[in-house]
């Protein structure tokens, strides 16, 4: 679904991205954790054609990333601005079908029919009239998903999904990521163990390079080679027992 | 009021605020939202240039290609050339700020600070550089929506119908680009170029303006109505619908209140506008403490 290849990436010559790659494949459910710092908004921004690469190549469904990316369904982090702007769960639900619509074009019929299923599949099809101000962090996070469920992704991209809700809410979005990870690829990023619960299937490391090896739990020497991640793992991922069932094996090791 | 509309001057004012409100609170709601309150000031600045050189262009040059100096100098009202200036200038400033603020490195907001005083201060050279007669050109920096011409009124339409027509064509992806500029770029909207076609909009509101409230006031009027209704309306529609009334609402009242107590227009009605901003802070805060107050005794 995704192959990145031998990625460098940054900003004005500062370097941000070391040799990354990276082959996500089909309903596949990859959480990505690393420092802040570490790269992961830099590799969304690659990935959704925000930022053109140093040197590498990255293809998206087999295709070039300015074509490849309307196959992503992006979820962006929930920010405090939108909280005063007037629009409305549907206005923000239906702009996932922008894409889809050029310029001069109105949406359809067929678009509100996927917009409300969208909706629907996130549970927020009765709140559709709601400003989006008037949302709990959780709901909105909702909206986001719904939004890019809206555009009939092939795979989802969630930027620190759960960065600003509490742990019931963020459980009953891992739940509804699941449902969704039946006929979507996943791939999320977050700063914080705690956002990588055991609904993921695999799990890397991002600190400047990629510690990705398919696996479910993250191996020493993964930790050892990211070291940014090890400290948020210990600091973290034990006390809220993120990977209770592996622990001991990674203890035996 | 009723026997003051028995003039022309005083029926093409109030038809002129109420055009200008149209787009005020279409423009303003975008300008209010996205926050670009700054950029819409340098593009108003900078549309002071147009006029100097409009007039320049009248006074000093079109005499000379006319050979009709006279003539043209026994006119001393803006006419025509200042208004067109404005635009044409307005546009080519919103354009340039707008290619600033996305396409180079520079700190875009020093450098839209430098276009807005360039703008002005071309604006007055060229005023200094055209021969003859003076005409006031106070009017362009505090309105003067009392002297409004009848072809003033016609541009003034056809300018309000453009700009309508173009957020009745953009709409989707001028909320798009408002709400979430990434999503947007993601989905493959031209975000660059909406964004400029929102600038050019504001440019042509902008020059609409000039003749009413003026350039110093123009600011206030382009943001305060669609502050007002953003406090309650829920979404975008709802929004630019009462910000256009309330700006039709406050320029009348303030022009009849200009006239019934002989006070400048553009002025007076910029502080019927605030005075409206403020009390509906405080309706707000009110409405807000009481919400609090009801949700905290349903609690207990």
Redesign the interface.
């Known amino acids: 679904m995704i192959s990145v290849r031998h990625l460098w990436a940054g900003y004005d010559g500062e370097l941000v991205l070391e040799d990354v790659n990276l082959s996500v494949n089909k309903l596949d459910f990859i959480g990505l954790i690393g420092p802040n710092g570490g790269g992961k908004t830099t590799l969304l921004k690659v990935l959704l054609g925000l930022l053109s690469p140093m040197q590498g190549q990255v293809r998206i469904m087999g295709k070039d990333v300015p074509e490849g990316r309307r196959y992503i369904g992006y979820v962006p982090q929930t920010v405090a601005f939108d909280q005063d702007f007037p629009i409305s769960v549907w206005d923000v639900a239906q702009m996932g079908r922008l894409g889809t619509r050029r310029l001069l074009q109105r949406y359809t019929a067929e678009d509100n029919e996927i917009v409300a299923q969208a909706l629907r599949n996130v549970d927020m099809l009765h709140l559709r009239d709601r400003p989006i101000g008037t949302l709990s962090g959780g709901q909105r996070q909702r909206v986001y998903i719904a939004r890019a469920l809206a555009a009939e992704p092939k795979i989802l991209l969630l930027d620190e999904p759960l960065s600003s809700v509490d742990f019931q809410v963020s459980k009953d979005i891992y739940e509804l990521l699941s449902l969704l990870n039946e006929y979507l690829t996943i791939l999320l990023v977050s700063h914080d163990m705690n956002a990588i619960s055991s609904h993921v299937k695999t799990i890397g490391c991002l600190n400047r390079r990629l510690f990705y090896h398919a696996q479910r739990q993250i191996t020493p020497d993964m930790m050892q080679a990211a070291y940014g991640c090890p400290i948020d793992l210990i600091a973290h991922g034990v006390p809220h027992r993120v990977f209770e069932q592996h622990d001991s094996e990674e203890s035996r090791e | 009021m009723i026997e003051a509309l028995q003039f022309d001057f005083m029926r093409n004012a109030l038809l002129a605020g109420v055009f200008v409100s149209i787009a005020c609170g279409i423009i303003g709601t975008f300008v209010v ?1 996205k926050r670009i309150v700054f950029v819409s000031g340098g593009i108003a600045h900078a549309a002071y240039g147009g006029i100097g050189l409009g007039y320049y262009f009248k006074y000093s040059v079109l005499p000379i290609l006319l050979a009709d100096a006279a003539q043209a100098r026994l006119d001393p009202r803006p006419g025509y050339y200042p208004l067109f200036g404005a635009i044409l200038f307005s546009l080519v400033s919103a354009v340039a700020m707008g290619l600033v603020q996305r396409r180079t490195r520079q700190r875009a907001d020093t450098v839209i600070g430098a276009m807005w005083a360039i703008g002005m201060a071309t604006g007055i050279i060229f005023v200094d550089l055209t021969a003859g007669y003076k005409v006031d050109l106070m009017s362009y920096l505090f309105g003067s929506i009392l002297a409004v011409q009848p072809s003033e009124l016609l541009v003034i339409l056809g300018l309000d119908i453009v700009v309508i027509l173009l957020v009745v ?2 709409y ?2 001028l ?2 680009i ?3 500029e ?9 975000v660059d170029v909406i964004y400029i076609v929102l600038l050019c909009m504001i440019a042509l509101t902008v020059v609409m303006m000039m003749r009413v409230v003026g350039l110093i006031m123009v600011i206030a009027l382009l943001t305060m109505p669609a502050a007002i209704s ?1 406090q309650f ?4 529609r ?2 630019m619908m009462l910000a256009s009334i309330l700006g039709i609402l406050f320029t009348t009242v303030g022009l009849w209140l200009s006239y019934a107590w002989n006070l400048t227009s553009g002025a007076t009605i910029i502080l019927v506008l605030g005075a409206a901003y403020l009390l509906s802070l405080a309706v707000k805060s009110l409405v807000r403490r009481q919400q609090a107050g009801n949700t905290s005794n349903g609690m207990v």
């Open positions: 939202i064509l953009f989707k992806e909320v798009a408002s709400f979430d990434t999503f947007a770029t993601v989905e493959n909207v031209p953003g309306a829920r979404d975008m709802r929004m």
